[in-house]
T-cell receptor
Framework: ETGVTQTPRHLVMGMTNKKSLKCEQHLGHNAMYWYKQSAKKPLELMFVYSLEERVENNSVPSRFSPECPNSSHLFLHLHTLQPEDSALYLC??????????????FGPGTRLTVL | KQEVTQIPAALSVPEGENLVLNCSFTDSAIYNLQWFRQDPGKGLTSLLLIQSSQREQTSGRLNASLDKSSGRSTLYIAASQPGDSATYLCAVKELNDYKLSFGAGTTVTVRA
């Protein structure tokens, strides 16, 4: 595997379910990100981890819970979601998050539908 | 708070025509500006990164310009092809920050 991978690619869940999204980066990067992409809206940054420490929790509801066990893996645990949480969830990684030439590499995303 | 706007939201052109995509941002204190491409239901792929000290960057048929003082960037795609059909997003990175502020994107359709 190369780049940034995400599983599952598609997820349908009820409002009372608990599920987790997984992201893995094979680039040796130091930072990982979760974004939410809703139709016709700009990407919203949800969480950032740099060297496995969370540096951003952008006013995200507590029904979303991130976990970063090491620099290569990032999880997003989901519970009691709402229909408006349906979106494409994108994971990204980068080498030097504060650097002026830093580029984020994105995974293919998980398409989440909440019924 | 940085606001990034992309106009138009959608664009349809015949194959071979040149594409011009616009991006504007409200705070000129930026590190860099990046252009990404996103295919339907997929992640983003970085196309070009322009540092704040640069005026333009080129890669193949793509050329991006940056006018930091006026808060504008333009992505030119020469001799468009059907394979260029995608959504193009611009994003700015502010000084001493890790965040990227994204525009909502311009969806391009190139008709064969």
């Amino acid at each position: 595997e190369t780049g940034v991978t995400q599983t599952p690619r598609h997820l349908v869940m009820g409002m009372t379910n608990k599920k987790s999204l997984k992201c893995e980066q094979h680039l040796g990067h130091n930072a990982m990100y979760w974004y939410k992409q809703s139709a016709k809206k700009p990407l919203e940054l949800m969480f950032v981890y740099s060297l496995e420490e969370r540096v951003e929790n952008n006013s995200v509801p507590s029904r979303f819970s991130p976990e970063c066990p090491n620099s290569s893996h990032l999880f997003l645990h989901l519970h009691t979601l709402q229909p408006e949480d349906s979106a494409l969830y994108l994971c990204a990684s980068s080498q030097d998050p504060y650097g002026g030439t830093d580029t984020q590499y994105f995974g293919p995303g998980t398409r989440l539908t909440v019924l | 708070k940085q606001e990034v706007t992309q106009i138009p939201a959608a664009l349809s052109v015949p194959e071979g025509e040149n594409l011009v995509l616009n991006c504007s941002f409200t705070d000129s204190a930026i590190y860099n500006l990046q252009w990404f491409r996103q295919d339907p239901g997929k992640g983003l792929t970085s196309l070009l990164l322009i540092q704040s000290s640069q005026r333009e960057q080129t890669s193949g048929r793509l050329n991006a310009s940056l006018d930091k003082s006026s808060g504008r960037s333009t992505l030119y795609i020469a001799a468009s092809q059907p394979g260029d059909s995608a959504t193009y997003l611009c994003a700015v990175k502010e000084l001493n920050d890790y965040k990227l502020s994204f525009g909502a994107g311009t969806t391009v359709t190139v008709r064969a």
